[in-house]
């Protein structure tokens, strides 16, 4: 039975307003399905359960925390316009399961001195008392990046719909050495042992790239330390910086206040187009930040996605001990292409973030929470792939879809001898591409795929065999994936850090219209590309899992499943909605 209109609106209110933490389990969006933006079947390239807005331009996340029981993300956006321009506004989206959203009014517009020009990133700081505050880059009437700070208008609101510019804004300046237009993205804050609160911004100087510290007793006066936190030349601008531990023994996150001997500490920086990290060791006091091992410049340096990923954000998730990056992911079609959509931009889906076992890297995998959009199972075990096989995995929503494959190599001495000057994973990917047939490999997934395969998107793995250990290369091959012209088909690749000979290959995609997230050696390698088939579009997409190598593979075990769409209500459509009852 249809439940009347007045209703939903009441029943929204009721769930938003009592702060009351609900089980994520719970079904909290059924009821609002006349609020939910209807994807349009001429809009092939619009996600069913990808974070986005329901029109113009999206980019990085901001300020993501836990309060009050509801997940806040905040992101930057246009009311305007489907391309990036003036005037950005922090957009603001609430969620009791990272998965199905509630989108609020803006958080923060232009208005003042201080941000007349834009909104720009920033990072959300949770103080004593449980009291949240914005920090934020404005561009003010000069064009100069200056820090400002915003809190909560009422802070017993689990929504937080409203928020207070301060008064004494701009509270942080580019300082002198620093260009005006170099200076931004403070972090979250962490509280040091001496009772103040330290903060990066990201800053260049003559092609270096650096994390600026400053430190602040209340949060409102603010100090440049002596030194940056960490620089390196050759780097360009460091954009959205992230700074945060990872425990050494534990796959739970820890809050980003934490120093202790059981952690080592993240430094992120988005530069190059790219969002590079270092692991290494904080040493308060002195504030010195000392990497295991520094940014190169060369294939060797540790990316979060090697893919399209952009300007990503982490925070740490109280209530579930874990730490949960986002990340922005761009389009790759062509500006004329987004004004015609009318949209542009999307965000990753959220990824857990721990310590690998090797301590030399970190793994990302998807929530937990997105399984609860898991419908029609499909399974496959112990089948054997002959060389130049093709396997359709069928009966599931193939465009959009979540399938996890694990591969066993039971010749696996017969892999390639890795030639000493193969060193960029990229372009031994993009050189021997899906269609080029190798001894192990390539074998994966062919996704958003037509049924005779003119359009495809392949991602694969290939084994070689070196004078004493084995190399797995990941790809994501594009060069298939859409009959369209002006779209970038970028192919992208990738080492995975796994051993061969004592655990099996796995390849987890999560496949959403236009976008295909994988996870390569259970989260060590991701790559995330964004396709735009013509045909393989709704219905008309397949998945299979393939083997071109001249080898026989196995697949030891296959778990396809189509995904249901994710909900997404839109508060003001929903009060309009009623005033006109």
């Known amino acids: ?22 089980d ?19 809009q092939p390239y619009r996600t069913s359960y990808h974070f986005q807005p329901p029109k113009n331009w999206l980019n990085d996340p901001n300020g993501p925390m836990l309060y009050k029981g509801l997940y806040h993300l905040f992101y930057q956006y246009n009311p305007n316009s489907a391309l990036f321009g003036d005037g950005m506004v922090w957009a603001h989206s609430v969620s009791y399961d990272l998965i199905n959203w509630v989108h609020l009014n803006h958080a923060l517009h232009p208005t003042e001195p201080f941000d007349i020009k834009s909104c ?11 009291k949240p505050v914005i920090l934020y880059t404005g561009i003010d009437a000069n064009n100069t990046q ?43 804050a962490w509280l040091g042992a001496d009772g103040k609160w330290n903060v990066i911004i990201g800053s260049s100087i003559n092609d270096q790239g650096m994390a600026i510290l400053y430190q602040s007793d209340d949060f409102v006066n603010w100090s440049r330390y002596q030194d940056p936190l960490y620089s390196k030349e050759k780097t360009g601008m460091w954009e959205c910086p992230d700074f945060f531990p990872v425990s050494v023994n534990s796959t739970n996150g820890v809050d980003t206040s934490v120093i202790n001997p059981g952690v080592k500490h993240v430094m992120k920086a988005s530069f190059n187009s790219h969002d590079y990290y270092m692991i290494g060791t904080y040493v308060p006091g002195m504030e010195k930040y000392i990497p295991d091992t520094d940014f190169t410049g060369s294939n060797t340096d540790l990316r979060y996605d090697y893919g399209k990923f952009y300007a990503s954000k982490t925070f740490f998730d109280s209530v ?31 990824r857990q973030v721990w310590l690998d076992r090797s301590g030399s890297q970190l793994v990302l995998w998807p929530v937990e929470e997105i399984n609860k959009l898991h419908d029609k199972q499909v399974s496959i075990q112990h089948k054997k792939l002959d060389g130049g096989s093709v396997l359709e995995i069928p009966d599931i929503t193939a465009s959009q879809a979540d399938v996890e494959v694990l591969f066993e190599l039971p010749e696996l001495e017969e892999a390639e001898l890795l030639n000493s000057t193969w060193v960029d994973p990229q ?8 269609a080029v047939r190798g001894r192990l490999g390539p074998f994966g997934l062919l996704a958003l795929a037509t049924e005779d395969l003119t359009e495809q998107t392949a991602i694969f793995f290939r084994i070689f065999r070196g004078h004493n250990a084995y190399t797995v290369l990941m790809c994501s091959d594009q060069s298939r994936s859409s009959l369209k012209e002006k779209v970038d088909k970028t192919t992208y690749g990738a080492f995975v850090n796994i051993d061969p000979q004592h655990e099996k290959i796995s390849l987890r995609s999560l496949i959403d219209h236009s976008i295909i997230e994988s996870f ?40 396809a499943w189509g995904m249901s769409k994710a909900q997404f209500i839109y508060e003001e459509n929903c009060f309009s909605y009623k005033a006109s009852q």
């Open 1 to 22: 039975m249809e439940m009347p209109a007045i209703f939903l609106v009441g029943l929204f209110c009721v769930l938003f307003n009592d702060g009351t933490e609900v």
């Open 24 to 42: 994520a389990s719970q079904p909290e969006f059924q009821n609002f399905q006349s609020c939910n933006l209807m994807v349009n079947e001429s």
């Open 120 to 130: 720009w990133s920033g990072s959300v700081t949770i103080l004593p008392g449980n």
């Open 146 to 188: 200056v820090q400002n700070l915003a809190m909560p208008k009422n802070l017993s609101d689990p929504l937080l719909k409203e928020w207070i510019k301060f008064s004494q804004n701009p509270v942080i300046t580019p300082p002198i050495g620093i260009e005006g237009d170099h200076f931004r993205d403070p972090t979250t």
């Open 320 to 350: 579930k001990d874990r730490r949960i990056l986002w990340g922005w992911i761009n389009e790759s079609d062509s500006a004329e292409d987004d004004i015609n959509k009318g949209w542009s931009g999307l965000q990753s889906i959220p």
């Open 427 to 434: 372009k031994m990917c993009t050189d021997a591409n899906a």
């Open 520 to 559: 390569g050696g259970e989260g060590r390698t991701c790559i995330s590309s964004r396709v735009y088939p013509q045909l393989a579009v709704h219905k008309e997409a397949h998945l299979y899992v393939f083997n071109n190598g001249t080898q026989s593979i196995t697949i030891s075990k296959l778990n």
